[in-house]
Nanobody, 122 residues
């Protein structure tokens, strides 16, 4: 089992940047695929980005070229660098861990953090 804690959210102007961090407990962090999802009010949770155990990365089309996911297994952490933020990026961002391949399907992620709010103003 793994526990996840996100941090780094906040209020930023359009065009700005934020870096989200997700700290994981446990000694087997490297065995999990990790993902970032987001949920805006009134909308379904949507895939943002994921990174496999072998550090293969995937991105939603809406964030590709602006967001970068990375992981540091020595620190039990995964990061999401968000640049060129847009108002439509406003949402609660969740970190998730998968014991399978992970990817874009949130149902494959068994462990979730509590979320961190990202608000992008115009």
């Amino acid at each position: 089992q793994v526990q996840l804690v996100e941090s780094g959210g906040g209020l930023v102007q359009a065009g700005g940047s934020l870096r989200l961090s997700c700290a994981a407990s446990g000694r087997t962090f490297g065995s999990y695929a990790m993902g970032w999802f987001r949920q805006a009010p009134g909308r379904e949770r949507e895939f943002v980005s994921s990174i496999s155990r072998g550090s293969v990365t995937y991105y939603a089309i809406s964030v590709k070229g602006r967001f970068t996911i990375s992981r540091d297994n020595a620190k039990n952490a995964v990061y999401l660098q968000m640049n060129s933020l847009k108002p439509e990026d406003t949402a609660v961002y969740y970190c998730a861990a998968s014991t399978s391949a992970g990817g874009t399907n949130y149902r494959l992620y068994a462990y979730w953090g509590q979320g961190t709010q990202v608000t992008v103003s115009t």
